[in-house]
């Protein structure tokens, strides 16, 4: 079974950082093109963090945190983090990890957005992160 799974997330203070991990497990017949991190809070839409090319370093973020957090990816284990430095109240969401597969016999693309959470088609559960003041 195809499964993406959330770890790291928890309760900090304000200029705290968390890491959070994704574990990807189950692909046979597809393989993950590029993963990413978004995230919602109460009454917002769900917003693109942070994502990353597994078939490279290429790396991307959202305004509002870069220069605060890191994706990283580890492809030997299939695993992908988010490293969150300096967290402010306004970072308090529920964490989404996220993939954009292809079929295992397809050549890696680009996508367009990978920032959109359109381009991706499995979801983790999520991991809540809240930042208080």
């Known amino acids: 079974q195809v499964q993406l799974v959330e770890s790291g997330g928890g309760s900090v203070q304000a200029g705290g950082s968390l890491r959070l991990s994704c574990t990807a497990s189950g692909f046979i017949d597809s393989k993950i093109n590029y993963m990413g991190w978004f995230r919602q809070a109460p009454g917002k839409e769900r917003e693109g963090v942070a994502a990353?090319?597994?078939?490279?370093?290429?790396?991307y973020y959202g305004d509002s945190v870069k220069g605060r957090f890191t994706i990283s990816q580890d492809n030997a284990k299939n695993m992908v983090y988010l490293q969150m430095n300096s967290l402010k109240p306004e970072d308090t969401a529920m964490y989404y990890c996220?993939?954009?597969?292809?079929?295992?016999?397809?050549?890696?693309?680009?996508?367009?957005?990978?920032?959109?959470?359109?381009?991706?088609?499995?979801w983790g559960q999520g991991t809540q992160v809240t930042v208080s003041s």
């Open positions: 990353i090319y597994t078939g490279g370093i290429t790396t």
């Open positions: 996220a993939a954009a597969t292809i079929p295992i016999t397809a050549p890696v693309r680009a996508i367009l957005y990978p920032l959109s959470n359109h381009e991706y088609n499995l």
